[in-house]
């Protein structure tokens, strides 16, 4: 089986993520910060080790500013309902995925607020000028994605950052794709609030994720509960982590991310995405050769996170995909990928397209077999 689908879910883990989260529910799995017990004090001491160990992948100065959440979705929701209000104005980019756009759409329509999406080009790529053109007074965040889901395009959010850090504009980035391969640092790009997944570049399990805010920017939260500190206090604690981790956090599952946050940490982001990148090139080139391909992703490792986005002349992409994995034991995602806004851009909104995403297992024969499966369905479809 050659597993190319890693922009859903990176797969396999890195053992050291297995052997941490084994560990953890063998010898020490009690509930964290809730009880003065070893076990409990042990459990806790490993949610901050894995809590310090992806704020260091990120240069997230202070800890305590990163909560667990249980993925991506669930940390972008946060960021954005604790943050917004009836009239206020949101300006977010074309690529953006529908964990993004779905909130932003429910808060338009429910509470009135002003959406403003700037152009792309024809791979989704926008002009950090764009952003800069629609600031007015009442704009109260800017969204964008690091990396499209879709194409793999990485936008310029080193640029955004300094655009909304001049205008003092808090600034959400979408680090689903690529974080644990781009080289995020949040003070470098001026990044407010970070929302990332567990279980894709950062090798981690299912059911994890974060959200960094800086210290600064006031969120209302989305649910309140137990957060086994100021029990007394009959309001939602206003310290961090604690307003955001209501209820028993994840724990074997945090022990994971933070096993696969080191993980990536010993290897270097650099050294990953350069590996990424020349299969990614390997892989645009040679399904580029094929006739009746068409490409909507750039093979640079300089525009590209890690996907190759493609379509074979009117083949139905689900109709591919299936063949592939069916005749070819190969993994693709065909579709709309949750990000159909970012279809339009490429002119694939009809039908979508087939998504290839390398992550740091796969090897040069799994892109050469994968390219040679599509090449013998061109020619099996053209007969
Ligand atoms: C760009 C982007 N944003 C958000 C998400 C949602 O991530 P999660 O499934 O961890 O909530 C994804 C998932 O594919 C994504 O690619």
């Known amino acids: 089986m050659i597993y190319l689908d890693n922009a859903a879910t990176s797969f396999p883990k890195p053992s050291c993520v ?9 010898e020490y799995c009690a509930n964290p910060g809730r009880g003065g017990h070893a076990l409990s004090l042990r ?63 429910t808060l338009e329509r429910d509470m009135g607020i002003e959406i403003s999406v700037v152009k792309g080009n024809d791979f989704g790529e926008i002009d950090p000028f764009d952003i800069r053109r629609e600031i007015k007074k009442n704009t ?104 955001l981790e209501s209820g028993t956090l994840n724990t074997p599952g945090i022990v994971g991310l933070g096993a696969g946050a080191d993980y990536v940490l010993k290897i270097g982001t650099g050294t990953i995405h350069e590996y990424k990148s020349r299969l990614t090139r390997l892989l645009a080139d040679g399904l580029a050769q094929i006739p009746g391909v068409r490409l909507y992703s750039f093979a640079d490792g300089d525009r590209n996170s890690g996907i190759v986005a493609m379509n074979l002349a009117d083949m139905d992409p689900a109709k591919l995909s299936f063949i592939l994995d069916k005749d070819f034991g190969i993994c693709t995602r065909a579709g709309l990928h949750c990000s159909p806004a970012a279809h339009v851009m490429l002119g694939t909104s009809g039908r979508g397209s087939v998504r290839f995403s390398v992550g740091c297992f796969n090897t040069e024969n799994d892109v050469i077999y994968a390219v040679e499966a599509v090449e013998r369905i061109a020619f099996n479809a053209a007969l």
């Open 18 to 26: 297995c052997r941490e989260m084994d560990r953890c529910m063998r």
């Open 43 to 105: 459990a806790g001491m490993a949610v901050n080790r894995a809590r310090d160990t992806v704020c260091r992948l990120f240069n997230i100065r202070d800890p305590m500013r990163l909560a667990f959440t249980k993925n991506a979705t669930e940390a972008l929701n946060i960021a954005i309902k604790g943050l917004v209000y009836p009239g206020c104005h949101v300006i977010t980019t074309p690529m953006e995925h529908n964990a993004v756009m779905r909130p932003l759409r």
């Open 140 to 243: 109260v965040l800017i969204v964008s994605t690091l990396s499209s889901n879709v194409n793999g395009i990485i936008m310029p959010v080193a640029e955004i950052g300094r655009t909304a850090r001049e205008y003092g504009i808090p600034f959400l980035v979408d680090a689903s794709q690529g974080a644990g391969s781009l080289p995020v640092d949040v003070e470098a790009w001026r990044i407010d609030m970070l929302a990332f997944p567990g279980h894709k570049g950062l090798m981690g399990p299912q059911g994890t994720g974060g959200l960094f805010v800086r210290e600064g920017i006031r969120l209302r939260t989305l649910m309140e509960g137990g957060t086994g500190s100021n029990s007394e206090y009959v309001y939602q604690p206003e310290i961090m982590p604690d307003m």
